[in-house]
């Protein structure tokens, strides 16, 4: 599904 | 066995270690009764009853062979709050609700515990943990804070890094659960948001997003305050440069804790930014600038502090059963 925007933070 | 005397009740969880057993150890000392109620233990591990009727209720809590009753409870250390932990034998489709029901309980135990002193009262420390609050009362008292943007607008998001001059970090106003998926934790630090990041920020539609300038630093600093004491730890910036962005993330070579002294404005502006939000004690984050400047990052009203009872001596248990132990109003 979607990613939002602070996940590529984790 | 039933504990017969008066208790403090150290309100924790199973996988807390050091600074609650200084603080019961401290506590000992000092000839009070501590008792340890680890709250991801109920409903497994822990037993507790609450008995209503018309004339009077009654409640007690069972751990470890151990019992007593919140009418013995005199003062409360409200350390952690942790999910209760379940089993896997329990069928998964009643796991929610046997989560939620035991939540709901310990919520209501706690209001039969609403004589006794709290350091710090569940609706403070509620109150207290909203970071768009503290940056504004931390402007309110004086403090200076970063230049901060929250926003689920793509357009706004890239504005503000023009506005920073491309020196921006992000995060979130809230914890990430403890475990997104099991055997394993992901964390979201304070991160550098880099130009090519953006190129993505319609996504923020989805959840919105806390951006700041990043403030150059020569320090951090973890300042926690109990009861009107100041205790202090520093980090040199250039001894983590990998991290350059959040000491707290494992794995980062922090060097070692240092002492510090907060000048005495900075202190006062503490002192009047804990009065307003009630609260005994607080774990701060502060940056020093290379031209000495203090900023305020955030509070942790539940925060740590262990590091620096270990690595400096800091008396911070014994500061907090004095907290504890000092009588109403005084």
Same mark, same amino acid.
């Given at each position: 599904?979607?990613?939002?925007? =602070?996940?590529?933070?984790? | 066995?039933?504990?017969?005397?008066? &208790?403090?009740?150290?309100?924790t969880?199973?996988?807390?270690?050091?600074?609650?057993?200084?603080?019961?150890e401290?506590?000992?000392?000092?000839? *009070?009764q501590?008792?340890?109620?680890?709250?991801?233990?109920?409903?497994?591990?822990?037993?507790?009853?609450?008995h =209503?009727?018309? #004339?009077?209720?009654?409640?007690?809590?069972?751990?470890?062979?151990?019992?007593?009753?919140?009418?013995?409870?005199?003062?409360?250390?409200?350390?952690?709050?942790?999910?209760?932990?379940?089993?896997?034998e329990?069928?998964?489709?009643?796991?929610?609700?046997?989560?939620?029901?035991?939540?709901?309980?310990?919520?209501?135990?706690?209001? /039969?515990?609403?004589?006794?002193?709290? &350091?710090?009262?569940?609706?403070?420390?509620?109150?207290? /943990?909203?970071?768009?609050?503290?940056?504004?009362?931390?402007?309110?008292? !004086?403090?200076?804070?970063?230049?901060?943007?929250?926003?689920n607008?793509?357009?706004?998001?890239?504005?503000?890094?023009?506005?920073?001059? !491309?020196?921006m970090v992000?995060?979130?106003?809230?914890?990430?659960?403890?475990?997104?998926?099991?055997?394993? #934790?992901?964390?979201?630090?304070? /991160?550098?948001?880099?130009e090519?990041?953006?190129?993505?920020?319609?996504?923020?539609?989805?959840?919105?997003?806390?951006?700041?300038?990043?403030?150059?630093?020569?320090?951090?600093?973890? +300042?926690?305050?109990?009861?009107?004491? &100041?205790? +202090?730890?520093?980090?040199?910036?250039?001894?983590? &440069?990998?991290?350059?962005?959040?000491?707290?993330?494992?794995? *980062?070579?922090? !060097?070692?804790?240092?002492?510090?002294?907060?000048?005495?404005?900075?202190?006062?502006?503490?002192?009047?930014?804990? %009065?307003?939000? !009630?609260?005994?004690?607080?774990?701060?984050?502060?940056?020093?600038?290379?031209? %000495?400047?203090?900023?305020?990052?955030?509070i942790?009203?539940?925060?740590?502090?262990?590091?620096?009872?270990?690595?400096?001596?800091?008396?911070?248990? /014994?500061?907090?059963?004095?907290?504890?132990?000092?009588?109403?109003?005084?």
């Amino acid at each position: 599904g979607v990613i939002p925007f =602070f996940a590529r933070f984790l | 066995m039933h504990l017969s005397r008066d &208790v403090v009740l150290l309100i924790t969880h199973s996988g807390d270690f050091f600074t609650i057993d200084r603080v019961a150890e401290s506590l000992s000392k000092k000839g *009070v009764q501590p008792f340890r109620l680890d709250t991801d233990k109920f409903p497994l591990e822990v037993q507790l009853t609450a008995h =209503f009727d018309k #004339s009077k209720s009654y409640h007690t809590i069972e751990c470890n062979n151990h019992s007593i009753s919140t009418e013995q409870v005199q003062v409360v250390w409200m350390r952690r709050i942790w999910e209760p932990k379940l089993s896997q034998e329990l069928a998964p489709k009643f796991r929610e609700a046997c989560i939620r029901e035991s939540q709901a309980t310990l919520d209501g135990f706690w209001d /039969s515990l609403k004589e006794a002193r709290w &350091v710090d009262n569940l609706e403070r420390i509620d109150y207290a /943990s909203n970071k768009l609050r503290q940056l504004r009362i931390a402007s309110e008292v !004086g403090f200076v804070i970063p230049q901060t943007l929250v926003t689920n607008k793509a357009q706004a998001a890239r504005e503000f890094f023009q506005q920073v001059k !491309g020196k921006m970090v992000s995060k979130l106003l809230t914890a990430l659960s403890r475990s997104m998926e099991a055997n394993s #934790s992901f964390f979201l630090y304070t /991160s550098i948001v880099k130009e090519e990041d953006l190129q993505d920020a319609e996504s923020l539609r989805y959840c919105p997003m806390v951006f700041q300038e990043q403030i150059p630093k020569q320090q951090e600093l973890r +300042v926690v305050y109990v009861n009107g004491n &100041v205790f +202090v730890g520093a980090l040199n910036a250039d001894m983590y &440069v990998a991290a350059k962005v959040d000491w707290r993330k494992p794995g *980062v070579e922090v !060097g070692a804790w240092q002492h510090h002294q907060l000048p005495d404005e900075v202190i006062r502006r503490l002192k009047a930014f804990m %009065g307003k939000f !009630g609260l005994l004690f607080g774990a701060l984050d502060f940056i020093v600038t290379p031209s %000495g400047e203090y900023v305020f990052l955030e509070i942790n009203p539940v925060g740590e502090w262990g590091m620096l009872e270990k690595d400096l001596h800091l008396p911070i248990a /014994s500061a907090i059963a004095d907290a504890l132990l000092q009588r109403k109003n005084e």
